[in-house]
């Protein structure tokens, strides 16, 4: 009998050094009963917290009535889900999303928003943005600026232009009449928390217009509230043809969506998409809760007032800058930042690193404690830097 010593789990990410077993608002729980605030969520993910009594019992009780059918069969929470989802999206601005497919995750919401580009405009070629990263399947990895993880499947991917991020000019200067769409995070996550300004994003929308090429918001970690709005297509006042949203949707139940617009919507016909598990009754019932939470706890307003606190908790610390917007912000430090988020661990608090390794990520849940951040700002006054 052939041996081997991999584990029976794969390991695909180097894991915390610790176990994690239980949540409960802001907080995680090892193995040893330890608490820490969890300022990752999950990589941006828990969006009203852990176990949320609200979520927790919206998807018991659909568990309870029902589990699962597809899309074969209609499934009246699966229609709540879409119109709730729709409404919310345009509650601040409107920003003219008329219907929703469900999917699974981010990657394939932007796999699927790259499909419908390329069948309505009849174009095979994309452009993306230098720093982004929009997932591991095949259109999204061909759009994402990561050659460690595209490189390996270079003969599949299919031809996409990466623009340099937040380059008026280089937006001037390209053709956009040659693809079929232009994919962007409205801040870009991965890459260290990077903004554009209002500005970029007019022109881009300007220019994609003018060239009858599809504009598609990857908001898989900006949307659902995070930056103290719906999506930030609504922040920046901004109609994309699609946006793409997923990680927050379901507090932490998978699931993805691509809204779109009635342009955009009206050429699909029945077919075109698909999906067995998009849309389940379980996430639909984790999203309409969701959104009830966000609403009923003014989580919107909590991002904001959560993100003016943390600014002011860091003022004057080893941190030089602060990042992005709402609850998805960067700690930019003035050298390597991994000694500070090994101190933060060490401490009882959680945060997320990036690609740039100056930069250390918060993403935690909208209702963030004030506990949590008096507790972050004094931890990292308390840091000694170790770098000379």
């Given at each position: 009998m052939q041996t081997t010593s991999s584990p029976a789990?794969?390991?695909?990410?180097?894991?915390?050094?610790?176990?994690?077993?239980?949540?409960?608002?802001?907080?995680?729980?090892?193995?040893?009963?330890?608490?820490?605030?969890?300022?990752?969520?999950?990589?941006?993910?828990?969006?009203t917290g852990h176990a949320h009594p609200k979520v927790t019992a919206a998807i018991s009780e659909q568990a309870n009535e029902l589990l699962f059918y597809s899309s074969a069969a209609t499934v009246p929470v699966r229609n709540r889900a879409a119109e709730a989802l729709i409404a919310f999206a345009n509650s601040r601005a409107d920003i003219g999303l008329a219907s929703v497919f469900f999917c699974?995750?981010?990657?394939e919401a932007n796999e699927n928003a790259l499909k419908i580009a390329a069948k309505l405009t009849g174009r095979y070629r994309f452009a993306a943005f230098e720093g982004g990263w929009h997932g591991r399947a095949i259109l999204p990895l061909s759009a994402t600026d990561d050659p460690k993880i595209s490189q390996p499947f270079a003969p599949l991917l299919a031809?996409?232009?990466?623009?340099?991020?937040?380059?008026?000019?280089?937006?001037?200067?390209?053709d956009f009449?040659?693809?079929?769409a232009v994919i962007l995070e409205p801040i870009q996550s991965m890459s260290g928390v990077r903004a554009a300004t209002p500005a970029f994003f007019a022109k881009l929308r300007a220019r994609t217009s003018a060239a009858s090429?599809?504009?598609i918001f990857d908001e898989v970690q900006t949307g659902m509230g995070r930056l103290g709005a719906p999506f930030a297509a609504a922040k920046y006042i901004v109609r994309p043809d699609l946006i793409t949203s997923a990680k927050g949707i379901a507090s932490g139940v998978p699931m993805g969506a691509v809204l779109m617009s009635e342009a955009v919507?009206?050429?699909?016909?029945?077919?075109?998409?698909?999906?067995?598990?998009g849309g389940s009754p379980l996430a639909c019932a984790a999203l309409l809760a969701t959104l009830e939470v966000i609403g009923e706890e003014q989580l919107m307003e909590r991002a904001?007032?959560?993100?003016?606190?943390i600014r002011r908790a860091l003022a004057g610390t080893i941190v030089r800058a602060v990042r992005g917007a709402g609850l998805l912000l960067g700690l930019e430090m003035s050298h390597g930042a991994a000694p500070l988020k090994q101190h933060l661990e060490a401490?009882?608090?959680?945060?997320?690193?990036?690609?740039?390794?100056?930069?250390?990520?918060?993403?935690?849940?909208?209702?963030?404690s004030d506990e949590a951040i008096e507790s972050l700002g004094k931890t990292i006054r308390a840091f000694s830097d170790p770098a000379p």
């Open positions: 789990l794969l390991v695909t990410y180097l894991p915390f050094p610790f176990p994690l077993v239980r949540g409960k608002g802001d907080r995680v729980f090892d193995d040893a009963g330890r608490s820490y605030f969890d300022f990752y969520g999950g990589h941006c993910v828990c969006s699974n995750s981010g990657s031809p996409c232009c990466k623009l340099p991020w937040n380059d008026e000019t280089a937006l001037d200067a390209f009449t040659q693809v079929a090429t599809l504009l919507a009206g050429q699909l016909k029945p077919g075109d998409l698909g999906s067995t598990f904001l007032a959560a993100e003016t606190k401490n009882g608090i959680l945060v997320g690193g990036s690609h740039d390794p100056a930069v250390l990520r918060l993403m935690p849940p909208l209702n963030a």
